[in-house]
């Protein structure tokens, strides 16, 4: 393809590349529409989905919105930070959010309620992306993190709606991915999208898949504005009073299959010296619930689930926390986190909402979706690499032994994130003059119907 675009005029590459893509992205829909048809029948909340997916969804009771798109359950907790930033200045202003994930939807509706328009993003084929439009009608879109959708920034674009990539960032392994649809990319950038990178480096890689210079800027990583509401803090400590008082806690948080078991392991080998310690143990998907309850029960450990309401009694070992939603509760109530998705492959998952609350953090080295976060933290001494599950049961049993020494530890990961905040500051300062201009052509177009 890249080829036969090069024996192409330059200004024929580019749509040429677009219209393979479009059709690829046709070829692919029925697969994707499947998978999405499949989930739904497993989870009965996701039904209704593949609908919006194809752009059929619900009509926007007040049009020109600002439209947010948040793919997942961590940009959600971001775009509240922006979002309330944004309602300060603007508290009229109707907002549209966007996720991909059920998980992510779940979280929307937990934080905003009814207060924000919420939908899924559809897949991206032209149809979809004009129809998603046509019911939202944004007058500008904000677009957390990297999602680079080439049918809908260029209907975007048709339709003079503004859009700005807010906490961007682009791994080394994207930049290659991108340079080989190189006009593609370009002419994505080129229409009215500005960048708010979260780093130097980020910036410097959106300038080299084609990015306009005049575009990109440096504003940081919203996430690191990241705040915990004290009702949260609070039932998480009263769960700690109730139920657990005098007991040593830890966490492990948003594991995936094989890290349950290296955190049995570890909760096994902690209970040697202390043997009333208790594991919150929280799988990252639902639908791995089940599992995880028959992996407890061939283990033969005492447990206690959250959906069954009842609390932890004293022979428990283990709280499995099978509810969506919690998680943020529970860091509050532990003395150590443990962060899944980084003892295997996947790359990790939200390292800063431990980090607020004061905890030591233990992690596998498989940190690469929050690269600087973790970079971050492990620099401040917050952060501790684990390899194996032999490292993560000493590593717990290190932090139980000595709660002064963990304490203190965790107090610089919180330091060290209250020190890097500001980025939503900067994000709002490119929105701003977008929103007052997207005012004034408003006002220009009524007055010119009026005098007609």
Known sequence: MAAAARRLPPSLIGPTVYAFYVLLTCLALPFAL??????????????????????????????????????????????????????????????TLTTVTPTGAERAHALF??????????????????????RVQPRLGVVLETEIWPALYRELGRRNVPLVIGSARLSVRSVDRYRRVAALIRETLASDVLIGAQSGV????????????????????????????????????????????????????????????????????ACVRHPDALLVLVPRHPQRFDAVRATLRKHGVGFVQRSSGAPPAEDDRIFLLDTVGELQTFYSAADIAFVGGTLVPVGGHNLLEPALLGLPILAGPHTHNAPDIARLLADSGALTIVRTGDELARQVSGFLDDPPRAAAVGRRGRSAVEASRGAVDRLVALIEPLLRSSDERSAASSASSGSR
């Not at 600002?66 to 930070?81: I, K, M």
């Not at 979002?83 to 603007?90: G, I, W």
């Not at 009814?114 to 046509?134: E, I, K, N």
């Open 34 to 95: 499947a998978a999405d048809a499949w989930q739904a029948l497993r989870n009965p909340g996701q039904r209704g989905r593949v609908a919006q997916r194809l752009g059929f969804v619900p009509a926007n009771p007040r049009p020109r919105c600002l439209w947010v798109h948040a793919v997942s359950v961590g940009e959600v907790q971001a775009a509240a930070a922006l979002l309330s930033a944004l309602r300060v200045r603007h508290p009229d202003l109707p907002i």
């Open 113 to 134: 309620g009814d207060s924000v328009h919420h939908c899924y993003l559809p897949f991206d084929t032209p149809g979809a992306m004009r129809r998603f439009l046509d």
């Open 202 to 269: 980020d910036a410097e890689r959106f300038l080299a898949i084609g990015a306009p210079a005049e575009r990109v800027h440096v504003t940081g990583n919203v996430k690191l504005d990241l705040r915990i509401p004290a009702a949260t803090i609070d039932a998480g400590q009263d769960f700690r009073r109730r139920y657990a008082a005098g007991r040593p806690v830890w966490i492990a948080g948003s594991t995936h299959e094989g890290e349950e078991e290296a955190a049995l392991a570890a909760h096994a080998t």
